[in-house]
Each structure stands twice: as C-alpha cells, then as structure tokens.
C-alpha cells in the first residue's frame, strides 16, 4: 500500500468518526484493521443464542443476593472494592423495571477436528463499550468494500438502535414528564465519540441526556422523595461508563455519590448487584460447578458450559496441591485475574510465577485463574497511529445483549451487534483505548 493509499483509507476513517481522544486531548483515529474477520454464519447465530442464555443467567444470579453475598465475602475480606459493591445490595426495591445492557466476548480455538470452538472471555456487565465505533469501523469497511479497496461485505449491525430503543421503552414505562437518562462517565474519558454515538441517538428519540461524573452528581444531584435529580433534571435512568474500577472512587465524595444513585428510584443499568453478577469471581464460580443449574434450565446450562474454559480460585486445591503450586508447574497456560474491568489488570503466563511471589497468601481470594485460551491466530493489516503493519494477529468477538424486566418478569432478551477487536498474536491484553486491539468487523462465511 502506498502512502497515499494509507492517506485515503485514514481520511475515511475520520469520515465515517472512527476517532479517539490521543493521551494529549488530541482527536486522533481509533486503531483499525483492514481484514475483515471472517466466521461462519451458524457459529454466529449460536453465539447470539448463547448471548441471551448468558444474559439469562446473569440476571438471574443478580437477582439472588444471598448468593452473591456468600460466593463473595471472603474476596470481600481482601479487597476493598468488592466489598464497598457488596455493602451496595439492598433487598429494598425502589424501582421494579430493570435494563440490562451487556457485551459477552469470545476468543475461538481451532479444534483437531477443523471445528472452531468459541470460549467466553468474559461476560460484561457494566460500561460495556465500542458498540458506536464497531458501527463505525463496519461503515468504514463497507465504504472500502464498495471501492474495492477490501473484498467481502461486512455484516451490518445496529447495536446503538437497540440500546436507544430498549432504554426509551423503559423510560415510557416509568411514565414520568420529562425523565432524563444520566450518562454517567470519567472526567478525562478518551472513548469520547463511543459514548456520543449513544448520546446522540438518544436525543434523537426526545430522550434527554445528561452526562456527568461522579463527583458532578455529588454536587449537583439530590434525592426527593427519593427521586434522583441532577440540577433540574429527574433521572429515570442511570447509564454507567464509569464506576467499575476502583479509580473511579478517589475519594469519600464519589462513594457517597454512587449510594445516593443505588438509592434512588431510578433505573440502574446496572445495579450494584448485577455489576458483582459480573465478577470473574463469580464467573469462575459458575465455571467450576454445577450450580448454574439452579439459574437455568438444565439443557441451557449445559450449552453454556460448553464455552467455558477451566477456571479456578487461587485458594483452590488443583489436581492434589495448592493452585499457587499447579500455577507455578503451569504458568504458560493461565491467565490471573482480579476483581477489575477496563483492561490491564491481568497477569498473563509465566508472568505468574513472579507475580505469585510478591502476592501475599492473604489475597489468594481476590485472584481467580482462567486457563489460558489459545486462539487460532489469522494474518490482518493493521492500521495504528496511521501506521499500517501486517500482524499474525488473534480476534475476540463481543455480542451486545440487551434484557429488560418489571417486578421480575422477562419482558425483552435480545443481542443487539458485535464488536470485532484483533489484536497482534503476541499481545495479551484486549483494549482498545489503551493500544492494544483495532477494530473490526465482521465477515459471515458458509463455513
Ligand atoms: P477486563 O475485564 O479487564 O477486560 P478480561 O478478562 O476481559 O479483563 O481480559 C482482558 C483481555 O485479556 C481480553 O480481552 C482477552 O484479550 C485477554 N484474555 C482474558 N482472558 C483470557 C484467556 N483466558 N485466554 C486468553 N486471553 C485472555
Ligand atoms: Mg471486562
């Protein structure tokens, strides 16, 4: 490719708003591959499928608070945050309509047999982001498709519609004049344009939005009547893109703000309780059991735990000795991971041993291990920092879900798009603000 080949291509993307906030402020293009992934068309209906089983399950677990309170006490005992998310879960319901908006990731594995085996990632349930830009990227691809500058027809998807819909419907339901949605974010947040693309299409739809952080909300959000209220606004729904690290909690002043939100009578998407639903602790939990059974149908369980890859507790015993000395025997095949989100917390194969050493026993139950999953790895033209290099790259796909329910009833379970991430081969982490993955879209093929 040429310079002025890659010039072009970098102009569209900027076109289409495949754009970022660079470290220094500066509007810059989100990274992009030029490779298309491609899987078959059944796998990816199986994957939509397995997404609503999934959003099934999780809210279900959500829903059982003395489940979640026992499988996470003792994590709760060593680490802070878990415990200030527990000390959130109240039995007093002031809002009986529920949304959940999730993304369920999956890395695939070529089987001996030729098959591609997909294994969740994780399951997100809280901020989960890049539905905007993987709009983005897909219009962009299909542009260069009808230039003939890419082969193929990258699958169109409307996961921002989806969202936009299913958060209005549940605003209509409250049945309150002019309830606004609170977008609540970080004060230096980078992923700016995907949260725009949400904003947007909301007020598109006569939904007003306010956006602001934490400490925004302390200072100018009250309760009345138990009404969550920002300046002059009544909030009927919360959207979190932030509150789901630790960071996010400096200080008394944004602890305080996050239990005046799990307060109020407003829709929170999500709860405290459905954003612990997510832990990989729990993940882990129902990994290694059969308890799962007791959140769904049998034959539903068994479908999810076939995309399950073997997790345990560090304070587990494996195979006849501790996990830390399994781990130290099998460190390339594990991946550790603690209670955060939002990428870079992980410590990845034999980075474990080092780890393990410096980590008091203590913590042991703040840690669960995934092993490793190893992903088929394809060749992809990547496009970071305006620089397009070749990689042997590997790709996780994300299915948007989106489950509404009133006074625990089901109303809606859908997925609702996918975000495509590849990344190099030898690059562990998956985010995409962070430098690690490009955006992609998706190819469906006959097999
Ligand atoms: P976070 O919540 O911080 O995003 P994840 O568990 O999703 O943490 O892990 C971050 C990234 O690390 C994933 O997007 C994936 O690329 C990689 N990763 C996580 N678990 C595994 C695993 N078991 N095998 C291979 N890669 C993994
Ligand atoms: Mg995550």
Redesign the pocket.
């Known amino acids: 490719m040429t310079p002025e080949e890659l010039r072009n291509i970098i102009d569209r993307a900027h076109y289409f708003g495949l754009l970022q906030k660079n470290p220094h402020g500066q509007l810059v293009h989100a990274p992009f591959s030029l490779t298309p992934y491609r899987l078959p068309t059944a796998l990816i209906s199986k994957l939509q499928i397995h997404t609503q089983w999934s959003s099934l399950l999780f809210w279900q677990v959500a829903q059982n608070f003395d489940f979640l309170k026992e499988m996470l006490e003792p994590t709760a005992k060593v680490d802070e945050f878990i415990r200030f998310l527990v000390s959130l879960i109240s039995h007093e319901k002031r809002q009986d309509q529920q949304l959940l908006i999730n993304r369920n ?1 999956f ?1 695939f594995e070529r089987k001996e047999n030729g098959e591609l085996q997909p294994l969740q ?2 399951f997100n349930t809280i901020s989960a982001s890049f539905a905007h830009l993987s709009e983005r990227v897909t219009s962009l691809h299909q542009q260069l498709q009808q230039e003939n500058i890419l082969k193929g027809s990258s699958l169109l998807h409307d996961a921002i519609v989806g969202f936009a819909s299913g958060i209005k419907d549940t605003i209509e339901n409250l049945g309150w004049q002019d309830a606004a949605l609170l977008m609540l974010v970080q004060p230096k947040e980078r992923n700016w344009f995907d949260q725009m693309g949400l904003f947007v299409a909301l007020c598109k739809r006569g939904v007003p939005v306010v956006r602001a952080s934490l400490a925004e909300v302390n200072e100018k959000g009250k309760l009345k009547n138990g009404d969550l209220w920002v300046g002059p606004q009544r909030i009927g729904i919360v959207y979190f893109r932030a509150g789901y690290s630790p960071g996010d909690f400096p200080d008394e002043v944004s602890c305080s703000a996050r239990r005046m939100l799990e307060a109020s009578s407003a829709v929170l998407v999500p709860e405290a309780s459905m954003q612990l639903a997510g832990t ?1 602790k729990i993940q882990q939990v129902l990994a290694s059991s059969d308890i799962l059974r007791e959140f769904v149908p049998g034959s539903v369980a068994d479908q999810l735990k076939a995309y399950f ?1 073997n997790m345990f507790g560090l304070e587990e015993e494996v195979e006849g000795r501790t996990a830390r000395l399994f781990l130290e025997e099998h460190a390339e095949q594990y ?1 550790l ?1 603690p209670q ?4 870079g ?2 410590v990845y194969g034999a980075e474990i041993r080092n780890f393990l050493t410096s980590l008091p026993t203590s913590e042991d139950r703040a840690w669960v291990a ?4 190893e ?1 088929e790895t394809t060749e992809s033209l990547l496009v970071i920092e305006e620089q397009a290099q070749p990689y042997q790259s590997i790709s ?1 796909l994300g299915i948007f879900g989106l489950l509404r329910a009133q006074s625990g009833d089901l109303r809606l379970n859908m997925p609702v798009g996918h975000l495509v991430r590849t990344k190099a081969s030898n690059v ?3 985010g995409v603000v962070a430098g690690f993955a490009c955006l992609n879209s998706l190819i469906s093929i006959e097999k």
Not at 370 to 373: G, K, P
């Open positions: 990731d890395l990632v994780e990989k890859a991946v991971k955060r989100e939002g990428g917390n992980n995934m092993r490793r999953i992903a996780e562990n982490e998956g």
